[in-house]
C-alpha cells in the first residue's frame, strides 16, 4: 500500500505541473482530457480522456494510451485507478479495497496521504464518504436516529457515527474533537487537518476552479416598431362626459413598419464551469442609440440604451476548430437618455353609443388628440432571445460570430394600441482569459 501511495503522489505532482502549464484554454470545449491509468499491476500508463458527465466518471471512463490507436472502456475491475490532469481528480477502484461499491464503482479521493478520505457511491447507490488508514478503507456513515426514554417520556435522537469513527482513526495525533458536518469539504478540511499535525506533506485535491474570460462585443442591431389597434372603447379626447362611447380609427398607425438599424458596441463576460464543457454562462453589456421617427403620426422616440443580456451557452462539436452554439437569455435594455415628442393629430372617432332621445352626436367625427402622454412612455425593454453562431479558438483569444432574435418588446402602455419593437442582431464577440 505504502509503495502504491508514494507512486500515487509522484504522478500528481508531475501531471498537477503539467496542468499549470498546459494551453490557455484547454479545458474550452475539448473533449480530451490528459492524464492516466493505474493498472492492476499498480503501474502508471499515460494517455487521453475521452470527456464524460460528472456522475460518469464513478463508473466508466474511454481510454487511450499515448501509443494506441482507438479508445476503449475502462472500469472499476480493469484498473486500480485513474488520474484526470485538467480536472485534477484520481479516481481509486473500489475492487481494489474488496469493498462493496455500487455496480463496484470508482471512488474520488478528496485527500491522499496517511490517513485517505474518499467519496463515491455505496452499495444501494447512496453518495457516502470513506476513510483509509493502514489499507483498511472504512465507510462513514452520516447519522443514525435512535428513540430513547427520558423520564418516562420517549425522544427521537440522532447522533453522527462518522465522528466516533473519525476519532477513532486519529487518535494517534492530539486533536480537538471533531465537530462538523458530513460533507465534501468540510471532510477534506478535516483530512488537511490531520496531516498538518502529524507534519505530513498531503496530496489535496483542489477543485478545478471555472475559467471567466473578458471580451469585447459589436455589431448591428435591428428594432423594427409596429403598432396594433386595440379597438379600445373610451369617450373622446377632451369632449364632455355626455359625448358618446365609441372608438378611433387607427388604421393609418396599424400601417406603420420602422425598421432601425443600429451599431452597438459593449463588453461581455463569460463563465466556462469546471463541471461542463458543453455549457458556459455569458453576459454581455452593449451601448446602442435607438431612435424611432413617426412624422405623420406626430411621435418621436429617441433613445441611449444600455443592454444587459444574460445567457447560457451550449456548445456543440467539441475539439473542433470551428464549434456551432446556441444560447438563450434576456436582454434588458435601460435608457440612460430619453427624448420623447407627441403632439396632437386628428382621428376620427366612430360612436358605438346607440341614439336615444335628442341626441344629436354624429355616428363619426374628428378628434384632435396626443396619441401618447409621458406617463405611458415606458422605454425599457425587455426581450428573451435565442442566438445561433459559430466560435473558434484563435491564439488566446475565442472569437464568435452570431445571430441573435429576440421576441417583441413594448416601449408604450396606452388603453388604445399595443407597441412592438423587435429585436435581432448580428454580432461578433473576441474574448479572452482575465488574468488572475
Not at 429617441?302 to 470551428?322: C, H, M, W
Request: with cysteine; hydrophobic share 35%; proline share 6%.
Amino acid at each position: 500500500m505504502k509503495h502504491f501511495i508514494v507512486f500515487l503522489r509522484l504522478w500528481t505532482i508531475i501531471s498537477v505541473f503539467y496542468f499549470v502549464s498546459s494551453p490557455l484554454f484547454a479545458q474550452y470545449n475539448n473533449p480530451i482530457e490528459n492524464g492516466f491509468i493505474i493498472d492492476l499491476n499498480n503501474d502508471t500508463v499515460p494517455g487521453e480522456f475521452l470527456y464524460t458527465n460528472s456522475k460518469r466518471l464513478f463508473n466508466e471512463v474511454h481510454f487511450k494510451a499515448s501509443d494506441a490507436m482507438d479508445y476503449y472502456p475502462v472500469s472499476p475491475d480493469d484498473v486500480n485507478g485513474y488520474y484526470l490532469t485538467e480536472k485534477n481528480q484520481l479516481y481509486i477502484s473500489g475492487s481494489y479495497y474488496s469493498v462493496s461499491l455500487k455496480d463496484n464503482s470508482f471512488m474520488l479521493a478528496l485527500v491522499l496521504g496517511d490517513l485517505s478520505l474518499f467519496t463515491g457511491r455505496n452499495s444501494i447507490g447512496k453518495s457516502t464518504y470513506w476513510a483509509e488508514k493502514e489499507g483498511v478503507l472504512l465507510e462513514l456513515l452520516k447519522e443514525k436516529e435512535k428513540v430513547v426514554s427520558i423520564s418516562g417520556n420517549y425522544y427521537k435522537t440522532s447522533n453522527r457515527p462518522y465522528l466516533k469513527a473519525l476519532m477513532k482513526l486519529t487518535e494517534d495525533c492530539e486533536m480537538e474533537r471533531p465537530e462538523f458536518e458530513l460533507t465534501y469539504y468540510q471532510l477534506k478540511k478535516f483530512g488537511e487537518t490531520y496531516a498538518r499535525c502529524k507534519g505530513e506533506v498531503i496530496n489535496e485535491f483542489q477543485n478545478p476552479k471555472p475559467i471567466y474570460l473578458f471580451g469585447f462585443t459589436t455589431g448591428v442591431s435591428s428594432t423594427p416598431l409596429n403598432f396594433k389597434d386595440k379597438n379600445a372603447q373610451t369617450l373622446p379626447y377632451g369632449y364632455p362626459s355626455l359625448a358618446p362611447v365609441g372608438y378611433y380609427d387607427l388604421q393609418s398607425l396599424q400601417s406603420i413598419d420602422i425598421s432601425e438599424k443600429n451599431l452597438f458596441v459593449g463588453f461581455s463576460l463569460s463563465i466556462l464551469p469546471s463541471w461542463s464543457k458543453r455549457i458556459s454562462f455569458e453576459t454581455e453589456l452593449n451601448f446602442v442609440k435607438r431612435t424611432w421617427s413617426v412624422p405623420e403620426e406626430k411621435l418621436y422616440f429617441e433613445n441611449f440604451y444600455t443592454d444587459i443580456a444574460p445567457s447560457v451557452q451550449y456548445n456543440f462539436r467539441l475539439g473542433k476548430a470551428i464549434q456551432p452554439f446556441i444560447n438563450l437569455g434576456l436582454n434588458v435594455g435601460l435608457s440612460l437618455k430619453s427624448k420623447f415628442e407627441s403632439a396632437n393629430v386628428t382621428k376620427n372617432f366612430i360612436r358605438i353609443t346607440p341614439r336615444r332621445g335628442s341626441d344629436t352626436w354624429p355616428d363619426e367625427f374628428p378628434v384632435n388628440l396626443p396619441l401618447l402622454s409621458s406617463a405611458e412612455y415606458k422605454p425599457t425593454l425587455y426581450s428573451p432571445f435565442t442566438t445561433i453562431g459559430i466560435s473558434s479558438l484563435y491564439k488566446k483569444a475565442i472569437i464568435s460570430v452570431g445571430y441573435r432574435y429576440g421576441m417583441n418588446a413594448r416601449i408604450t402602455k396606452t388603453p388604445l394600441y399595443e407597441s412592438s419593437i423587435g429585436h435581432s442582431s448580428i454580432y461578433i464577440n473576441i474574448k479572452t482569459k482575465l488574468k488572475a
